[in-house]
């Protein structure tokens, strides 16, 4: 099913000169309503929805996406990585979405977060160390507040 979101995203990949093949489709139209998901989920489902593609070319098409940033993948804990498309369908062009993600150590929970909430701490550790923190490349960890409370009332 193409919908205007999957119709922008393939013009993306044509401007950077790629092709849009089966499985590039496939994915993007898999990412489109879903996030969070795993390459193996991807796979699966690009299987289902475009018959005749292979599990083998749809991680081909994934590391392609992620290449020309039309989808970013994101590590969690005790999981597999995760991906996500960047280009924001309810815009006429195309930037990367402005979230980064937090996961819950006792419940596994992921939750999006504001890039905005991160941006003091990425600020102060490049001012006071030098160091660039990437917020979208791993998740970072807590505890939720549904855990905190099951904790609290035990």
Do not use: K
């Not at 309503?33 to 991807?42: G, K, S, W, Y």
Request: proline share 2%.
């Amino acid at each position: 099913m193409t919908t205007a979101s999957t119709d922008a995203a393939l013009a993306i990949l044509r401007s950077h000169g790629e092709r849009v093949t089966a499985a590039r489709r496939a994915v993007i139209e898999v990412l489109q309503p879903h996030d969070h998901l795993t390459a193996d989920e991807i796979a699966a489902r690009a299987e289902a929805a475009a018959p005749g593609v292979h599990r083998t070319t749809v991680y081909r098409a994934l590391a392609t996406l992620g290449e020309i940033g039309l989808i970013a993948h994101t590590h969690v804990a005790g999981s597999a990585t995760i991906y996500h498309l960047t280009a924001d369908s309810d815009a006429d062009d195309h930037h990367e979405l402005d979230h980064a993600h937090v996961q819950c150590t006792e419940c596994g929970s992921l939750f999006n977060v504001e890039d905005r909430l991160l941006a003091p701490l990425a600020d102060d550790l490049e001012r006071q160390i030098g160091f660039r923190l990437d917020v979208h490349h791993a998740a970072l960890l807590g505890v939720c507040a549904r855990c905190q409370e099951s904790v609290a009332s035990d």
